[in-house]
């Protein structure tokens, strides 16, 4: 299974950006699709999460961020507005799949996201 994120980038605090990752070369549909993002010197952090019950947000990204996806082509976004300098991270995207009842999880590359103040 390969996750290709991109969309990444440098941006000014107040901006925005929209990160995309698209998978491909599974036989099974993934259950949950999500963003993560790890900062410098931090551990990797949830950002958002989309399932077909709906839309899960970490507090510190609420109402700026905005999760999506497109079933067709197998790709999650991640709509980012009023961005913070605390935003900058790399941002990875994450598939996860049930197997036989074993949920496995699927890791993108990451993109790097800076935001200047």
């Known amino acids: 299974v390969l996750l290709q994120a991109c969309g990444g980038g440098l941006v000014q605090a107040g901006g925005s950006l929209r990160l995309s990752c698209a998978a491909s070369g599974s036989m099974f549909s993934f259950n949950v699709m999500g963003w993560y993002r790890q900062a410098p010197g931090k551990q990797r952090e949830l950002v958002a999460t989309?399932?077909?019950?709906?839309?899960n947000y970490s507090d510190s990204v609420k109402g700026r961020f905005t999760i999506s996806r497109d079933n067709a082509k197998n790709t999650v976004y991640l709509q980012m507005n009023s961005l913070k300098p605390e935003d900058t991270a790399v941002y990875y995207c994450?598939?996860?799949?049930?197997?036989?009842?074993?949920?496995?999880?699927?890791w993108g590359q990451g993109t790097e996201l800076t935001v200047s103040s």
């Open positions: 989309i399932t077909s019950d709906g839309r």
């Open positions: 994450n598939a996860q799949s049930s197997i036989f009842g074993n949920p496995v999880d699927y």
